[in-house]
């Protein structure tokens, strides 16, 4: 059990399913994270100011970034050292320079990412695959770009950086398409490729790279209909707002640590009344649900405060406020 915790982080980070014997270990590695011997732990936990009860968004948004920001962009040493020294203050000073490289590496996601969505956007139709190539993009970097590409463009990426003589990048799947099967129909254009039905990496030759953006969106286009790309929200049950309090949340919370292969129940309720609609932090829309005026955030949908009605449908999480540890709906999406 003395692993337990970094055990937790590494399954989280590297999104491996929930299930089964994965998600006893991560469930255990949580519950050990407030009392971890590790200095180099304790020192992450700090510089990423989480603390108290963590949850898997925890160990994959915040402390497995930063431990894998020095490798993506220069030695992945740094994170070896933080987790194995028993020096405080050298822990602190390495959990310094992985929060530094992660913000650094933030910033080069988010300038390659407009860069990439300005390739897309100087077609008039969107494809039903895209091979985008920037010879000055970081290779340690455009794995995470091309999974928010495929979030925004619900289609499948492949991203491309300069390798020497060659191109590199990776790749990431949408919908029910297997990537492996789709870059072996375009294998004669590259030098190799491999992974797994949603991420892949692959190099080839800079005299290929049109003959194979060609290739792997005919063959996308060739497996996927215009249906395909519609956004999905899979839902689990209808809720009635009005009954719904802390006994649901309890039963919720037994389901957990939610992640790959175990995803957070999702719910919708239909013709819900609301009312006292304000934008927050400029992007985002809080409101009161139901007689009881429960609290909902919609994250980045502010625009639609100007056509907000008495009256929607909504999708959601429902889960408990970390500042206020009352109920709050998480909404997904609204028909208005």
């Known amino acids: 059990l003395h692993y337990m915790d970094l055990l937790s982080i ?10 089964g014997v994965n998600r006893i270990f991560v469930k255990q ?63 602190r000073l390495l959990s310094g320079e992985l929060d530094k490289a992660n913000r650094e590496r933030q910033d ?24 985008l190539c920037d010879e000055k993009w970081h290779p340690g970097v455009i794995g995470i770009v ?13 991203l491309l950086g300069s390798d020497g003589e060659n191109l590199k990048g990776s790749a990431r799947s949408f919908g029910s398409l297997n990537l492996v099967e789709a870059l072996r129909a375009c ?8 992974g797994h039905k949603a991420a892949a990496g692959v190099t080839l030759k800079k005299d290929n790279y049109l003959a194979f953006s060609a290739q ?72 009161k649900v139901g007689s009881d005026l429960k609290p909902a ?6 625009h639609l405060k100007e056509n907000f009605k008495k009256s929607v449908d909504m999708v959601y999480h429902f889960k408990m406020d970390s500042f206020t540890k009352k109920p709050i709906f998480h909404v997904k999406d609204i028909k208005i």
């Not at 108290?52 to 497995?64: I, K, N, Q």
């Not at 988010?110 to 895209?130: F, H, K, N």
């Not at 091309?146 to 492949?158: H, I």
């Not at 955030?297 to 502010?302: C, E, H, Q, Y």
């Open 297 to 302: 955030i919609a994250f980045k949908m502010s």
């Open 187 to 194: 294998e004669k254009h590259l030098i190799k490729y491999g």
């Open 10 to 19: 590494a399954t989280v980070a590297d999104v491996v399913p929930l299930r």
């Open 29 to 91: 590695g949580l519950a050990q994270m407030s009392k971890t011997r590790w200095v180099g732990l304790n020192a992450l936990m700090d510089v990423a100011r989480v603390g108290g009860e963590l949850d898997a968004f925890d160990l994959g948004f915040r402390l497995g970034p930063r431990l894998n920001a020095c490798g993506r962009l220069y030695d992945a040493t740094t994170g070896v050292k933080l987790l194995t020294t028993h020096d405080p203050q050298l822990a």
């Open 216 to 287: 792997f969106n005919d063959h996308v286009a060739h497996l996927l209909s215009e249906k395909d790309f519609l956004p999905r929200i899979d839902i689990d049950a209808e809720l009635d707002v009005e009954s719904s309090g802390e006994d649901l949340l309890e039963m919720i919370s037994q389901l957990k640590p939610f992640g790959q292969g175990n995803p957070e129940p999702i719910f919708v309720s239909h013709a819900l009344s609301v009312s006292f609609p304000q934008i927050v932090g400029e992007k985002h829309l809080k409101f």
């Open 108 to 131: 080069i996601e988010a300038q390659i990412l407009t860069e990439a969505i300005d390739q897309v956007s100087q077609e008039s139709e969107l494809r039903s695959g895209y091979v």
């Open 146 to 158: 091309a999974s928010r590409l495929v979030e925004r463009f619900c289609r499948p990426f492949v």
